[in-house]
């Protein structure tokens, strides 16, 4: 009896010991980067030694703690370490979600602490995590290891992205460039290129980008012309002590390095043309048409950046960053251009093109935090891209020209030099408001790109063969079967836009958090051109030195009333009032404006249940939008001067759901419907020509395309940098718009809507392991796989009857537009560490198969891109603490660049890529020296 009562004892003074125990949880955030968690902070329970991490997700817990008053010591490098009690209640768990600041007193360490997170692998892959949206991202950190140096470059290694080779467009999941956004800080940007919806990537160095992300799946606060996705690039900021570094590398391309390069004559080495405020008929009288020699080929790279942070008495904080780069390269190409068709309209089986570019970024970065609860962001950016083309085709002889006066087998020569300058300005402030359960984002952007084709010059020629037979007596003769066969060619674009964005969160409840905003771009497109012909007095006219144009287009040769017997006149097509249009100048010949308003509102409920382990987030948006486009082009005489509008409001639901099986593993499903807008160039009707392709749009295409989107994706984050992830997608787009290719001898490649729907279907992988580990928390040898496969599908219309345009199809479904089956990702990286040494050695390969680059018409079969395979090899290695060594070995197996004309064999050119294709870009082998002060 005793012995029960001692055990029935023992029993209760354990369980009244067990009903004295609690424990403590909570959430550590950063308030110098938007109270978002704030992983690895040490909590120790001070006046012991018992302490934890917080994990990935910013969350740390006590267990098991006995009932009474703690002093908890949330510490964080280079953070502001606190002290706070706490009570700890029986049978309970007791909150205390903790913001950590920068230490007023804190050196260079911030550096680390503040301004990596978001460029580091964990913390991107953390915020994938964390996100409400499928997205993917690869921050500065990812991209310096991998050799990468600009965005286009950037996105191209997440999974399901690939880049054109010879243009930085990208595709997503099969989509190409009228399916893509693409914002900095949230704020969208404009295109620097009439032929293309989005800003060039490339043009974004990696000097100015933090970090580079792509949104999959549709959120109702992105803009309904959405569908394969969002690319938002995110600048650099800085907060912390004083710091400056500076960097100068050089580089060489094997194709390049033995070649006496060619530039056009007006243009300056770091890419600027001094000539914007001459009357273009100045120009032409002034300048001659030869190209210039530049000097040796050998790449230059050099940058440098800075920043500081004032912090005051107050609380508040002022932190400047700024950054400046200047790059050029040099690249000779190859191959052949031709023109096939229903019949061959050019040939050049051997030809030439030397391509000089430069690019000049400058960026300055201003925040100021009022205090934890405002700031405010300053960001101005300048971006001068320029690219410096010299080409030569038929360099053998052996060109043709169906259309050729003399000789149509052979001998038919074209000389095409031209230069390209883009001048981007991004001005944008930004602002966040916290308070207790409510929090204001805003952003006001305003943006302005003047894209100059300055003084193109085209030169052809017949029986080009005869200057190169070394007989005096013989020589090729200028072709002139009508007056622009030789000529001179300007082109401006001025875009202007106005945005802005502004979201309110709520807080409703500890479990729903509702989201409300309104976005609005408004933006406006001038575009001019104008061509000088010459018209050659004397037919078939000798050209005794094919490298000195400029003596045979001089002053001396004009054909006036003083000089009769003169070689040539000076045409223009549109001649200003009251003059002629010989030797005089003129006005634009061919015109476009486009104004595109688009005006939203949109709201969304982030809900969380079952402890956590539910998010649903649904939402709708509710936009309004009105496009047009006044032309005034001269190859459709009537039809060639009109105006198109087009507005209308539509409403877009969305979903997005997200299921937490545990803390490393997740599900999400989104659906959506999106629209897809046409670009001002798919819309006028203006045509481009190249040296043998020709583009133009088509005003049918007005309106707008509707868009189901579905994805199911599944994430296993392993580590803090390891995961495994699989994903499924479906897309219907409603009336699809193509690049197609005429059924004629010109083969004038143009934009229609071909069909009822387009399907998307695809599955993506990707693996990020850590193979062999240094310590703890570094590994010695990782790797990053990811696969894309996606099969696609569209209806064709038998035939489509435009109002000014008709096309037709021989078949009644077809792959689309743009899509690769196959697209492969995969990333090696070593790094050992040799005592002190830590060099980090990397092997990066990617890979895309065959796709569609513009559909063929009637009988003709669609041109290809062939799918080709790049491989680079990175070494960045910190001799000393201030001092980095970089090498590089890039487009290792120099895989050959072909265009194909489906059933023919026929290699062709693209107005989407080079002037030449069947080409190799050769190896650029480099290396850079980076000093940190």
């Known amino acids: 009896m005793k012995k029960l009562f001692l055990l029935i004892a023992l029993l209760f003074t354990a369980l009244s010991f067990a009903q004295e125990i609690g424990s403590v949880k909570g959430l550590i955030t950063d308030k110098e980067f938007n109270n978002e968690p704030l992983p690895y902070a040490s909590v120790v329970i001070k006046g012991t030694s018992k302490g934890v991490s ?39 768990v007791t909150v205390v979600n903790v913001p950590l600041g920068v230490s007023a007193a804190s050196l260079s360490e911030v550096v680390i602490t503040t301004t990596t997170r978001k460029e580091s692998e964990a913390a991107l892959l953390l915020d994938q995590k964390k996100a409400t949206e499928i997205k993917q991202s690869i921050g500065a950190v990812e991209l310096s290891r991998k050799g990468v140096g600009d965005a286009a470059g950037a996105v191209s290694k997440i999974s399901g992205v690939s880049k054109q080779e010879g243009s930085s467009n990208v595709y997503v999941r099969g989509l190409g460039d009228r399916y893509l956004n693409t914002t ?23 000097d100015i980008i933090e970090n580079v992300s792509i949104s999959k799946a549709y959120s109702s606060r992105f803009y309904g012309d959405f569908s394969a996705g969002n690319v938002d690039i995110s600048s650099k900021d800085y907060k912390g002590d004083w710091f400056f570094d500076f960097y100068t590398g050089s580089s060489v391309n094997t194709n390049a390095a033995d070649q006496n390069f060619l530039k056009s004559e007006g243009t300056s080495y770091f890419g600027f043309y001094n000539r914007f405020d001459n009357d273009p008929f100045a120009v032409v009288l002034s300048h001659g048409f030869d190209s210039v020699d530049l000097n040796t080929p050998i790449n230059i790279n050099f940058g440098g950046s800075f920043g500081k942070s004032f912090d005051f008495e107050n609380g508040s904080r002022l932190s400047f960053y700024g950054t400046g780069s200047f790059e050029n390269s040099f690249e000779y190409r190859r191959g052949s251009n031709i023109n096939f068709t229903n019949v061959e309209d050019r040939a050049f089986e051997d ?104 003084d193109r010059r085209r030169i052809s020629l017949e029986n080009y063969q005869l200057a190169l037979d070394n007989d005096p007596n013989t020589n090729p003769t200028l072709f002139s079967n009508v007056v622009f066969d030789n000529q001179r060619y300007f082109q401006n674009i001025e875009d202007e836009e106005l945005n802005g964005r502004i979201n309110f969160e709520y807080d409703y409840a500890e479990n729903i958090k509702i989201n409300a905003g309104y976005n ?99 939402g709708l948006r509710v936009e309004s939008f009105d496009q047009n486009i006044s032309f005034d082009v001269i190859n459709l005489g009537n039809e060639g001067q009109s105006s198109r509008s087009f507005s209308d409001v539509v409403y877009l639901p969305s979903l997005s759901v997200k299921y937490n099986i545990n803390e490393d593993q997740n599900v999400r499903f989104a659906i959506s419907e999106t629209i897809s807008l046409p670009e001002f160039k798919e819309v006028a009707p203006f045509v481009y020509e190249s040296v043998s392709q020709r583009i133009g749009g088509n005003p049918d295409v007005l309106g707008f395309s509707r868009i189901l989107n579905i994805d199911l994706k599944y994430d296993w984050f392993l580590s803090k940098n390891e995961i495994i992830s699989i994903g499924g997608f479906y897309k219907r787009i409603n009336d699809p718009i193509n690049q197609v290719v005429a059924f004629d001898a010109t083969g004038t490649q143009r934009f229609f809507r071909t069909g009822d729907n387009a399907e998307v279907i695809g599955l993506e992988l990707e693996l990020r392991k850590n193979i062999i580990m240094q310590d703890e928390d570094n590994a010695k040898l990782s790797g990053g796989f990811n696969v894309t496969l996606t099969n696609t599908k569209q209806d064709l219309f038998e035939t489509v009857d435009g109002t000014i345009f008709d096309v037709s199809f021989s078949s009644d479904e077809e792959e689309l537009q743009g899509a690769s089956p196959v697209i492969i990702n995969a990333d090696l990286s070593y790094s050992p560490k040799i005592g002190t040494y830590e060099p980090n050695a990397n092997l990066v390969f990617s890979y895309f198969s065959d796709r569609i680059d513009a559909l063929g018409s009637g009988q003709l079969g669609n041109v290809i891109e062939k799918g080709i395979p790049t491989l680079d090899f990175i070494l960045k290695s910190e001799i000393t603490e201030k001092l980095e060594f970089n090498f590089s070995a890039k487009n290792l197996l120099n895989p050959t660049i072909q265009y194909e004309r489906e059933g023919t064999g026929v290699l062709v050119t693209s107005p989407n890529g080079k002037d030449v294709t069947d080409y190799r870009r050769g190896l650029n082998i480099g290396f850079q020296l980076k000093y940190k002060f």
Do not use: C
């Open 54 to 92: 917080s994990n990935e997700e910013g969350i740390y817990e006590f267990k098991d703690l006995d009932v009474g008053s703690y002093i908890l010591v949330f510490s964080f490098v280079g953070y502001e370490t606190q002290e706070i009690k706490v009570e700890v209640v029986a049978n309970k």
């Open 184 to 206: 900095l800080n949230g704020l969208s940007l404009p295109s620097n290129d009439v032929n293309k919806k989005n800003v060039d990537l490339n043009l974004f160095s990696t």
């Open 351 to 454: 030809a030439e093109e030397f391509e000089y570019s430069t690019k000049t970024t400058g960026m300055l970065a201003v925040n100021y935090k009022l205090d934890n609860n405002n700031s405010f962001k300053f960001n101005s950016l300048f971006i001068n891209d320029s690219s410096d083309r010299v080409g030569n085709f038929g360099i053998d002889g052996g060109g043709r020209n169906r259309n050729a006066i003399q000789n149509t087998d052979e001998g038919f020569f074209q000389s095409n030099v031209q230069f390209d300058q883009n001048l981007i300005y991004v001005n944008q402030l930004l602002g966040k408001h916290n308070y207790e359960k409510f929090e204001i984002d805003w952003g006001i952007g305003y943006n302005v790109v003047n894209a100059h084709q300055p």
């Open 520 to 618: 609005g771009r408004t933006k406006q497109r001038d575009f001019d051109n104008i061509r000088f012909g010459y018209d050659i007095v004397n037919p078939n006219t000798p050209v005794t030195d094919v490298n000195d144009f400029d003596s045979l287009f001089s002053l001396e040769n004009l054909n006036t009333s003083s000089n009769p017997n003169g070689l040539f006149n000076i045409r223009v097509i549109n001649n200003l009032p009251g003059q002629s249009n010989t030797n005089r100048p003129g006005l634009p010949e061919n015109t476009y404006n486009g104004q595109l308003d688009v005006h939203a509102g949109y709201v969304n409920a982030e809900i969380t249940a079952d402890d956590n382990k539910w998010l649903f987030v649904p």
